[in-house]
């Protein structure tokens, strides 16, 4: 079975790789096609990968090609993971926000929004190629921001395309370790879109556990979300946030925690992913070496602006282990193998959420098996959670509606839509000052 990686020059993809190097089941993976149009961080990337490999007998045979038509042809899977700009490109969308007062994040307000802008027209190419030349193929959506660019690559590829996504998944684990359950037989009751959602349950036989650790100021304490947001928030709540909701219950101090950071994320990844493609260059240079203290870098300074803000203190050990790999491999075998399983993924709500229309992409348990990724049904969110959610949406409808149309007027639409952007004036200088950074947004009259 033949799996192509668009992004595959990516920093994350030996993680993928590595997933695929524990899987000797019948029906696996055993061609991976890297594309990428960066030769050089392809060339890189494929030497990490061939060290992962040495030793393991079956492991599937890698390949690549700067060709993108060539890397979709044949494909049974297509994982998408570009970047549209590069860490250049984010560091940017960073920059700009943080000097407008708003939060500078790659998924989350107008950083997210000039990130969709210059990335849903290269989707839906790639979409549109895809149904072209692969038609059937299942196309597994990482790039961010993931809930939109799976909606825009929907409209060509229907519930072909899937989006997934880490967060929702390392919630539901840090939430059943400190109950004590098993996250494989707990059941994760998430809801929202993707890097704005909630827990509402967590049932273990039947039983929902979520109570007894909201109930509990110690449990609360002892987990990263409990630090981030505060114990006493959460039983406001009645729930338990994706970490990426810090930016809207926070928004203040977040922004200021980012101002006072020496750098922007974006541009510390830049700076030391750099690092990373130069040294693994060097033929005297374990490249996979290289990779994995990267990666221990990379993993524990996540969110660290955030947790300084909140007092949250450091990531703990459990959490630096990655896992949108694995969701990715779980998925897939769903699929290829009618192994039922029930997953956190990002896909068209059809009547999951009553507030939103059929083809709107939601972030929710599914029913996945080879007929692709079913939404579970799911109790309506409550009043703050909904104007949220429905908020947002509508700023990402009209991010799909600029980067179609390519007007102007549209894109500042979306930017002074947005909960965390303030003023209509400061989203025009906003759409300014990005497309006066970004070239891929020359298209915006």
């Given at each position: 079975?033949?799996?192509?990686?668009?992004?595959?020059?990516?920093?994350?993809?030996?993680?993928?790789?590595?997933?695929?190097?524990?899987?000797?089941?019948?029906?696996?993976?055993?061609?991976?096609?890297?594309?990428?149009?960066?030769?050089?961080?392809?060339?890189?990337?494929?030497?990490?990968?061939?060290?992962?490999?040495?030793?393991?007998?079956?492991?599937?045979?890698?390949?690549?090609?700067?060709?993108?038509?060539?890397?979709?042809?044949?494909?049974?899977?297509?994982?998408?993971?570009?970047?549209?700009?590069?860490?250049?490109?984010?560091?940017?969308?960073?920059?700009?926000?943080?000097?407008?007062?708003?939060?500078?994040?790659?998924?989350?307000?107008?950083?997210?929004?000039?990130y969709?802008?210059?990335?849903?027209?290269?989707?839906?190419?790639i979409?549109?190629?895809?149904?072209?030349?692969?038609?059937?193929?299942?196309?597994?959506?990482?790039?961010?921001?993931?809930?939109?660019?799976?909606?825009?690559?929907?409209?060509?590829?229907?519930?072909?395309?899937?989006?997934?996504?880490?967060?929702?998944?390392?919630?539901?684990?840090?939430?059943?370790?400190?109950?004590?359950?098993?996250?494989?037989?707990?059941?994760?009751?998430?809801?929202?879109?993707?890097?704005?959602?909630?827990?509402?349950?967590?049932?273990?036989?039947?039983?929902?556990?979520?109570?007894?650790?909201?109930?509990?100021?110690?449990?609360?304490?002892?987990?990263?979300?409990?630090?981030?947001?505060?114990?006493?928030?959460?039983?406001?709540?009645?729930?338990?946030?994706?970490?990426?909701?810090?930016?809207?219950?926070?928004?203040?101090?977040?922004?200021?925690?980012?101002?006072?950071?020496?750098?922007?994320?974006?541009?510390?990844?830049?700076?030391?992913?750099?690092?990373f493609?130069?040294?693994?260059a060097d033929?005297?240079?374990?490249?996979?070496?290289?990779?994995?203290?990267?990666r221990?870098?990379?993993?524990?300074?996540?969110?660290?602006?955030?947790?300084?803000?909140?007092?949250?203190?450091?990531?703990?050990?459990?959490?630096?282990?990655?896992?949108?790999?694995?969701?990715?491999?779980?998925?897939?075998?769903?699929?290829?193998?009618?192994?039922?399983?029930?997953?956190?993924?990002?896909?068209r709500?059809?009547?999951?959420?009553?507030?939103?229309?059929?083809?709107?992409?939601?972030?929710?348990?599914?029913?996945?098996?080879?007929?692709?990724?079913?939404p579970?049904?799911?109790?309506?969110?409550?009043?703050?959670?909904?104007g949220?959610?429905?908020?947002?949406?509508?700023?990402?409808?009209?991010?799909?509606?600029?980067?179609?149309?390519?007007?102007?007027?549209?894109?500042?639409?979306?930017?002074?839509?947005?909960?965390?952007?303030?003023?209509?004036?400061?989203?025009?200088?906003?759409?300014?000052?990005?497309?006066?950074?970004?070239?891929?947004?020359?298209?915006?009259?």
């Amino acid at each position: 079975m033949r799996l192509t990686i668009l992004g595959g020059g990516g920093f994350r993809v030996p993680l993928v790789y590595g997933a695929l190097l524990g899987d000797h089941a019948e029906g696996r993976v055993t061609e991976v096609v890297l594309h990428d149009p960066d030769d050089r961080r392809l060339r890189a990337v494929s030497r990490v990968l061939a060290e992962q490999a040495e030793g393991v007998a079956d492991a599937p045979a890698v390949s690549a090609t700067t060709d993108l038509d060539e890397a979709l042809r044949g494909a049974r899977f297509v994982f998408s993971a570009i970047r549209v700009g590069g860490l250049q490109g984010r560091a940017e969308d960073e920059r700009i926000a943080l000097a407008a007062g708003v939060p500078g994040q790659e998924t989350v307000g107008a950083g997210g929004i000039a990130y969709g802008l210059r990335t849903v027209p290269v989707a839906v190419d790639i979409a549109r190629r895809v149904a072209r030349l692969a038609p059937d193929a299942w196309v597994i959506n990482f790039t961010n921001p993931a809930g939109l660019v799976t909606e825009a690559m929907a409209r060509h590829l229907g519930d072909r395309v899937i989006g997934i996504c880490d967060s929702p998944v390392g919630l539901g684990r840090r939430i059943a370790r400190v109950l004590g359950a098993d996250p494989k037989r707990a059941f994760v009751d998430y809801v929202g879109l993707n890097h704005l959602g909630w827990v509402r349950a967590l049932r273990v036989a039947g039983r929902d556990e979520l109570p007894r650790l909201l109930g509990d100021p110690a449990l609360l304490g002892s987990f990263e979300e409990g630090r981030l947001f505060g114990a006493d928030w959460l039983r406001s709540l009645g729930a338990i946030p994706n970490e990426y909701l810090h930016y809207y219950y926070f928004n203040r101090e977040t922004v200021r925690a980012y101002q006072r950071a020496e750098r922007t994320r974006g541009a510390f990844l830049r700076d030391q992913q750099a690092r990373f493609y130069a040294e693994a260059a060097d033929p005297g240079v374990s490249a996979l070496r290289a990779w994995e203290r990267t990666r221990a870098e990379r993993e524990a300074t996540y969110m660290a602006e955030n947790r300084e803000s909140a007092g949250a203190g450091e990531r703990e050990e459990d959490d630096l282990s990655g896992g949108y790999e694995k969701v990715a491999l779980a998925l897939m075998r769903a699929i290829a193998r009618d192994e039922r399983a029930t997953l956190i993924l990002n896909v068209r709500n059809r009547s999951t959420l009553h507030v939103l229309d059929a083809d709107a992409v939601v972030e929710v348990p599914c029913l996945v098996d080879a007929g692709g990724a079913h939404p579970l049904a799911a109790d309506p969110l409550p009043g703050h959670a909904t104007g949220l959610v429905c908020a947002v949406k509508d700023v990402e409808r009209q991010v799909l509606s600029a980067a179609e149309s390519g007007s102007r007027a549209t894109a500042v639409k979306a930017f002074a839509l947005h909960p965390l952007v303030d003023s209509v004036n400061l989203a025009r200088r906003l759409v300014d000052e990005y497309a006066a950074a970004h070239p891929g947004l020359g298209y915006l009259k």
